[in-house]
């Protein structure tokens, strides 16, 4: 039986040594100081116990890897009719692509790139004050962690209020097809807010497990979602979960994953372990260079990839 | 432990007996003379028991499933350096878009699009005359099957040729950038004919073991290619075996799989079983109505999904 | 030599005869209430006479023919230096996309798309409040007019400001790539004010005069741009002043023109005359249904088209 | 009265002086050897006066700007019903863009870029050998041009024959809607060979007079078509005849204009003269470089713009 814990450590000592980090992504100001030498790799298998690699209790921007989680609660809310607002399929545009929505009347691909995100949190926040969509996804959060320190980067958010044109773009495109209900500067507070909560590695792959194991989390026993949802999120992360590098995620890595421009990558093994890694510096799809590198060397060496 | 014979003898029952079958495709003329009633199913397990339902040693076209195998072979010609000339990210566009093409300087996004199995096809070509090239395709296929009688189906292929004028259309439009080596016409002649293979499902599935297994067949004990490649060529049907459809087909079924425009699907089950169904009506992506439906049971009440 | 005094009149009772009158815009709710029966026609030739027809004196909405004199005030600012935030081809595409604003990195196709004309109000608005560049438009309006009763209809301007979510989103896509220099807010307040300007027929053709004579009003005898620049503005309203529909306003009128959702169209006969025409109904591509056929009728009576 | 051919001179010495003469067509193998010294200006006035600087009486390959003269014999077979198998509008893309078709069912923006002038072309062979069909083209060039000795040059047409992929591609996708009615292989042969037509400046400049006069060839009488198609065709050259281009030629030129890949642009002053201009260098849009610019310098000497 392989030793999870020396592998975990001994991958994580290969990626901080590597030259070849890719980007931090800029283009929100208060990513960009970020420091790319940061690397975290932990596992949470079906007993339980958590391996660790790295800086595995530094906090990081988790970002679109929310998505995961907004796109569950929303299902808990809407359940199926969240479908009629946002569709399932890879899209083959960048993360922040508007093309697709002039050629399908404002209904974004997938709930994964930032317009379908968007949308789903528009679901969330339906009759509510954005402070109490917010409060509700952060107690979800942490109850899915058991943890009730996560928390949100205030200046992490208002630094993506202030520059994040391209997203008002999309939000308000979404809201001329009436795909949108409620005001977009509502809508993308709540988004902007929660692309800000701020987790460590441990904190992620502890929040991910109901994913590997049927909708529940064992630790707790609470029953998160139904079994057949688990896999159906997961299987949105597997085609959807990195943009326009979801292919080749998919192929080197073999597992559901969702990435996040702060440089986190949550990935499940089905059955098997919740996965979170993190390594701020970028490839050119937007995914964490080294977090996908960690994640292919982790599936070879343990055999978990879904595909044999 | 399930009854799988019952469980696929049931299945069989059912779609035979559903009113809703989708409409048989009528693009390549000799195909739509097809009677929408057949239907077929057979999974084929790790031991090599094969369990059948409907019309399972009825032979159909096989059509787009066909680049499965194609794939298999140019990856053995040419390795990784056939990624240089196909992609392998999801189109998130119908299965005959040029649009993708004149964006990507002809790199087609797959090789289970038209353009990306054309191009493909010109890889296996290479060097060779286009009988000589028909000729390995079809000795591959009676190999990975154990089964010599399989055949192409000249009609169809004269069919196509006649009335192929979109394909037409890619492979001149790839050729105008230098992604085909090849004539034109050799290159899409022999695309034409391997999509004209005709198999019944149980050869189908028999000739699709390998991907179940490691890339090897457990019956011949033939290494056809090795766990990696196997594992991959799972990943890229997972995420663009169904065109504009995969990502719904992963939601559902949860497997790896190729559709055909005959009605044909493979699905792969990593370490447990080859499937092959077969129902001639199509959904609205291209791919089989009640194909999709029985697998999608299929994995329900076998608990066979990659997501858990 | 022609009556055009007779030919004006006729051509106006024509249009407020015949039934197919097009739909009014009601994507600007407090357009939709226009009264579809409304037709005028107003001609200023080069001694000053103005032949009228219908409604010539009823003020409406110019909306997106605000666009021409924007454009003129704008390159006063900048003078060239603005065709490094705009360019000046046809768009091929609808007046309100933004797939073309994706790939060309927010560069708009010209100024008479939505887009364009959101990127040349910024220039305007460069350094003041948005209430002085509201003032100067005025102002400017008043002037080439010759009449200080021209104003802004609030309530239109304030129905957009509540419901303009595309021009909102092309506005904040613009700013992601940092074509506009100003608050997104401030930009948009001032366009979609000078769209509600109202005006009639007869004060509108009055204000087009520098266009048709080499950029001086023959009237007041002011010099309003060099004779290069009221050519190239005439040719930019002739590639582009339709949107999509500039093809055939060409093919079929023969002027440069440019259109308002309002029902308006200003057409210019170089060294001859400017024309006016507004009926509120709207063609597919959202140019004045009458208003086009009028002034086809009108060239060919006059022998206007400069095609020959 | 200014001296044209003292102008013509001095235009055609200025230019050929000039060091940027832009490059060379390489995509037709047998264009890339023309000497990008080469420079012509030919100017014929309603007189019949031709006035001519350069090389005037050298022949080059005037590929599309065939396409001005095919669709004026497309419209006399066919009519108006011409324009249910190509609209008239700027289609916003190059030359030989494919993506437009898909997005419309295959009915190309206009008979002006590479695809709509293969329709047009399919529209002239129908019921046809192609052989007769180029005759016919023939023939009607040198009865536009009353010259004998006009004809093809089999060397450029069989270079495109061999290496026009691109076109192959836009016409088999035409096929595939169902847009062109005769064999692909008749209607490509026929349209690259009415594309390597040879011609002069001073025979392209008479073979447009027509639509300089309403129709008619001053010289000989002869009435081409009716001035409404006329005046309808220049129309269609001033908003398509440069392809993505089109924009800045009516903005600098303000002439309708057809430009071809060999260097030369034919362009009409409405009701004064002819004009034809070759320089073999092109710009980024396929126009050429100079030629644009000497016929820029033409106008404004002349005073000739349609826009005032």
Redesign the interface.
């Known amino acids: 039986m392989p030793d999870i814990d020396l592998i975990v450590r001994e991958i994580a000592e290969e990626m901080r040594a590597r030259p070849d980090r890719g980007d931090v992504a800029t283009y929100i100001p208060e990513l960009a100081r970020v420091d790319p030498a940061g690397f975290a790799l932990a596992v949470v298998d079906v007993d339980g116990h958590v391996a660790v690699g790295g800086d595995a209790d530094v906090a990081f921007s988790i970002q679109s890897i929310s998505k995961v989680f907004t796109l569950t609660l929303a299902l808990g809310k809407a359940g199926n009719r969240l479908w009629e607002r946002v569709?399932?399929?890879?899209?083959?545009?960048p993360f922040n692509?508007?093309?697709?929505?002039?050629?399908e009347r404002g209904i974004p691909?997938?709930p994964f790139i930032n317009a379908g995100a968007i949308a789903v949190t528009d679901v969330i926040l339906s009759g509510h004050q954005p402070k109490e969509a917010l409060g509700e996804i952060l107690r979800f959060m942490r109850f899915l962690a058991d943890d009730p320190t996560i928390s949100m980067d205030d200046a992490v958010a208002a630094s993506e209020q202030r520059t994040g044109?391209?997203n008002?773009?999309?939000?308000?495109?979404m809201?001329?097809f009436g795909v949108l209900e409620n005001p977009?500067d509502y809508t993308l507070g709540v988004y902007f807010h929660h692309c800000a909560i701020a987790m460590s590695c441990r904190q992620l792959a502890l929040a991910g497990r109901f994913?590997?194991?049927?909708g529940r989390n064992p630790a707790t026993g609470h029953s998160v979602v139904s079994?057949?949802r688990?896999?159906?999120i997961?299987?949105?992360m597997?085609?959807?979960g990195h943009y326009?590098?979801?292919?080749?995620f998919?192929?080197r890595v073999?597992l559901?994953g969702k990435s996040g421009v702060g440089g986190g990558i949550l990935a499940?093994a089905?059955?098997k372990a919740s996965i979170a890694v993190w390594s701020p510096g970028l490839d050119a799809s937007g995914n964490s260079h080294l977090g996908r590198i960690a994640l292919e060397r982790l599936t070879?060496r343990l055999g978990w990839?879904?595909?044999?």
Do not use: W
């Open positions: 569709g399932r399929e890879p899209s083959g545009s692509s508007i093309v697709q929505l002039e050629n691909r997938n044109f391209r008002r773009a999309l939000a308000n495109y809201k001329a977009v994913l590997a194991h049927g079994p057949e688990a896999r159906r997961n299987a949105i597997m085609t959807c326009d590098g979801s292919g080749e998919a192929y073999g559901p499940i089905p059955r070879q990839s879904v595909f044999g």
